[in-house]
Nanobody, 115 residues
Framework: QVQLVESGGGLVQPGGSLRLSCAAS????????MAWYRQYTGQERERVAL???????DYADSVKGRFPISKDHAKNTLYLQMTSLKPEATAVYYC?????????WGQGTQVTVSS
């Protein structure tokens, strides 16, 4: 497994932006599939954005066009740029790395969208 550490969460007003970062413990981007998930209180985690090892991306319908996912190979870091935030984005966000069915998770970072 790899070690993942998220950062960048916090409190933001509706309409604002945040950038989440996920620092990995090594060069994991190939052949790993990387993703961001979020978890609402009392619910299962849901995938928000995906970045495959062959550079394809995929997004949940609720965030398409607003939450671009990106990665910096030199820094071994995955990002989620969150824009036009809505209160329903309030959740704990997790970074995920998957290889051959084996998952690694970060500790999560809280995002709260509120006025």
């Amino acid at each position: 497994q790899v070690q993942l550490v998220e950062s960048g969460g916090g409190l933001v007003q509706p309409g604002g932006s945040l950038r989440l970062s996920c620092a990995a413990s090594g060069s994991i981007f190939s052949p790993y599939t990387m993703a961001w998930y979020r978890q609402y209180t009392g619910q299962e985690r849901e995938r928000v954005a995906l970045f495959t090892s062959d550079w394809r991306t995929d997004y949940a319908d609720s965030v398409k066009g607003r939450f671009p996912i990106s990665k910096d190979h030199a820094k071994n870091t995955l990002y989620l740029q969150m824009t036009s935030l809505k209160p329903e984005a309030t959740a704990v966000y997790y970074c995920n790395a998957r290889l051959r069915g084996s998952d690694s998770w970060g500790q999560g970072t809280q995002v709260t969208v509120s006025s």
